[in-house]
Nanobody, 116 residues
Framework: QVQLVESGGGLVQAGGSLRLSCAAS????????MGWFRQAPGKEREFVAV????????VHEDSVKGRFTISRDNAKNTVYLQMNNLNPGDTAVYYC?????????WGQGTQVTVST
């Protein structure tokens, strides 16, 4: 059974940093794209970033470019999201996502709260 477990969320002041991790188990995902989404209160879930299987290709949503960096460690079946210079607009539940032609998997989410 596939499980995605996020960690690293928390409360941080504006301008601070957090590093999210998403560990996958139950299957190896070294040949799939992995990504992060987020959902703020009262809003729809939105794309944050995605990374190619080898890690050489990344796409970041415009509002996080230059502040967030997605990376992965295929040996650990883990994807990361380094978040710097956080602002209150980044407050949301962050979800790990893996999408293949046959399946889609989501983690349970980790809360990130940025205070002023």
């Amino acid at each position: 059974q596939v499980q995605l477990v996020e960690s690293g969320g928390g409360l941080v002041q504006a301008g601070g940093s957090l590093r999210l991790s998403c560990a996958a188990s139950g299957r190896t995902f070294s040949s799939t794209w992995m990504g992060w989404f987020r959902q703020a209160p009262g809003k729809e879930r939105e794309f944050v970033a995605v990374i190619s299987p080898g890690g050489g290709g990344t796409v970041h949503e415009d509002s996080v470019k230059g502040r967030f960096t997605i990376s992965r460690d295929n040996a650990k079946n883990t994807v990361y999201l380094q978040m710097n210079n956080l602002n209150p607009g980044d407050t949301a539940v962050y979800y790990c996502n893996i999408y293949t032609a046959a399946d889609e998997f989501w983690g349970q989410g980790t809360q990130v709260t940025v205070s002023t």
